[in-house]
Nanobody
Framework: QVQLVESGGGLVQAGGSLKLSCSAT????????MGWYRQAPGKQRELVAT???????NYADSLKGRFTISRDDAKNTVNMEMNSLKPEDTGVYYC??????????????WGQGTQVTVSS
């Protein structure tokens, strides 16, 4: 009923920038929380950043202000600007959304992931 479509991943050199986007489609009433998680080989999936319907943001401490997340409610889209990228930022980035959908059900959805590779 709800699908998350991710875009913007790719290969970039250290110090460069990428912008990730995730659009939710389907019978959506409201998106409570939307954001990004990432997973590198051999590591657990970890929080990158989230933003609530009220605009409250939450970032991983290690990002030190390099990433900025934002919402476009008209398009049910979350964007994340990633600056000053480091090789340790390499991983599969997954979009996540907690959604109120028709017929009034709260559910969690995940995108299938987009690869971000930062070369040194």
């Amino acid at each position: 009923q709800v699908q998350l479509v991710e875009s913007g991943g790719g290969l970039v050199q250290a110090g460069g920038s990428l912008k990730l986007s995730c659009s939710a489609t389907g019978s959506i009433i409201k998106i409570n929380v939307m954001g990004w998680y990432r997973q590198a080989p051999g590591k657990q999936r970890e929080l990158v950043a989230t933003v609530t319907s009220a605009g409250t943001t939450n970032y991983a401490d290690s990002l030190k202000g390099r990433f900025t997340i934002s919402r476009d409610d008209a398009k049910n889209t979350v964007n994340m600007e990633m600056n000053s990228l480091k090789p340790e930022d390499t991983g599969v980035y997954y979009c996540h959304a907690n959604v109120i959908r028709r017929p009034f059900v709260v559910s969690d959805y995940w995108g299938q992931g987009t690869q971000v590779t930062v070369s040194s």
